[in-house]
């Protein structure tokens, strides 16, 4: 056994190349003895919650960090721009080889708050292809953030490749200083690949000189070494292409999965220390995520209402509004099908549920913006799913389906001993939904 505690840095959870599910992830990870595992994935966080959880209840410690594609250009929003906008650019190779991977950590609650800026940048302005970041934007905004240099599309590994050592150096100096001394890591790597073997001298080279600590790290898109052909044909279902295609988008080794320190440390016995040092990493990073305890936006109500208040307010006002029109219709004609009084019940049922489990403020968002629709001449549909069967969504206007004349459960949709987040679906006219959109967004 190894005297040391090996950390996954550079697990990959993405859409396009990575089939490490988070819960079989963490679950391997623990099974290996590893006390810590960082999930990278390409140009997002998006399932870092899932994530943070999943290791937590592993007794692994989750640490949050992302591949960044970092923009070759000075100006990400400008080159989105300019791309975006140019109708007649074939899409080639050529776009997408304007940017480079960078691997970034969260060591804190504030290098948290920095990497949802940077991925929300990234893919709200700084896309084309990919979500991209330009350094001077990471620069802004790298407290709290360890940097590590990358896998071979990492713009040091393409300078050595290339063979530019004095670039090379001053490419590790840059990003040394974006992330201030002592956060930026040299990162080495041997899945088996001619290119990583031909960088290696360099890498140590670099550490020696620039006394930047280099950090041996495996680039892992699958879990187990047995995994590799079935992350190829995943591959060939994602692009469209046949597993005997020649020029198809492959990886060239069998390598890409979750590693042992046992394994990690047979790549390079000759040092230890770079292969221990993923501890260090794993000791500075302490992020603690909490539950938002709730999780809706502020409604803002009358000041001599409660949030609960109004809510009932406005559900009675609605639920007296359909008695007195669509069910006495239905009771005048012999086609109700249910008592009055079981209406009544079973609204008192709702209503109690809905404010126990402290939904009343998201009925009044939902409430209010198709309200806006309503008033404002725009089609809304009946309401569909599971929120059919809620008489307070009737009541409210929300849907315009009765549930008791239909046999609908409201269990289905709001059950206090499964407890769930609510789910309504409405559809608005194609036509004018922008409007809808920002009316909710004001």
């Known amino acids: 056994m190894s005297e040391f505690t090996h950390l996954h840095l550079h697990t990959d959870y993405s859409l396009l190349d990575g089939a490490c599910d988070v819960t079989k992830l963490v679950e391997r ?4 003895g590893q006390k810590a595992v960082a999930m990278t994935d390409h140009g997002n966080i998006y399932g870092a919650v899932h994530f943070f959880q999943a290791a937590k209840e592993n007794g692994v410690k989750p640490i949050l960090g992302c591949e960044l594609y970092v923009c070759k250009a000075e100006d990400h929003r400008a080159e989105a721009a300019r791309h975006n906008g140019d109708k007649d650019a074939a899409p080639g190779a050529a776009r997408d080889s304007e940017y480079n991977h960078l691997l970034v950590l969260a060591e ?9 800026r940077l991925t929300s940048e990234a893919s709200l302005h700084g ?22 240099s990358g896998c071979l599309s990492g713009e040091l590994c393409e300078t050595l490749a290339a063979g530019d050592y004095q670039k090379a150096r001053r490419v590790a100096g840059q990003y040394e200083e974006i992330f201030g001394r002592g956060n930026f890591y040299l990162e080495l790597q041997d899945q088996g690949l001619e290119l990583e073997r031909k960088i290696q001298a360099g890498l140590f080279r670099l550490e020696q000189e620039l006394a930047i600590p280099l950090v041996l790290t495996n680039d892992s898109h699958y879990l187990c070494g047995e995994d590799s052909h079935a992350h190829d044909v995943m591959l060939c279902v994602q692009t469209g292409a046949k597993i005997h295609e020649a020029n198809r988008f492959k990886f060239d080794s069998d390598q890409f999965f979750v590693k042992s320190a046992e394994e990690m440390a047979r790549l390079f016995p000759d040092a230890p220390a770079v292969v221990a040092r993923t501890m260090e990493i794993a000791e500075r990073c302490n992020l603690k995520l909490h539950p938002v ?98 008489l307070v969504a009737y009541a409210m206007e929300i849907t315009n389906i009765d549930p008791l004349q239909n046999a609908l459960l409201f269990e289905r949709f709001l059950n206090p001993e499964r407890v769930s987040m609510p789910d309504i679906d409405v559809d608005f006219c194609m036509n004018r939904r922008g409007e809808i959109i920002d009316y909710v967004t004001r």
Not at 127 to 148: M, Q, T
Not at 300 to 318: K, M
Not at 322 to 350: F, G, I, N, Q, W
């Open 293 to 390: 305890k709730n999780p809706f936006p502020e409604f803002a109500v009358p000041p001599e209402h409660t949030i609960d208040s109004y809510f009932e307010e406005v559900c009675r006002a609605g639920y007296r509004k359909r008695l007195e029109t669509a069910v006495r219709r239905l009771a005048s004609r012999s086609e109700l099908r249910t008592p009055l009084h079981e209406y009544d019940a079973r609204l008192e049922r709702e209503i109690a549920i809905i404010k126990q489990m402290k939904y009343a403020g998201y009925f009044l968002i939902v409430w209010d913006f198709i309200k806006y629709a309503r008033d404002h001449g725009i089609p809304v549909g009946p309401g569909r799913g599971s929120a059919a069967g809620s």
């Open 127 to 148: 896309f084309y292809r990919r979500p991209r970041v330009s350094k001077k934007f990471l620069a802004e905004h790298a407290k709290g953030l360890l940097g590590l």
């Open 29 to 32: 990870v623990a099974a290996l």
């Open 108 to 116: 804190n609650e504030e290098g948290y708050r920095n990497l949802i």
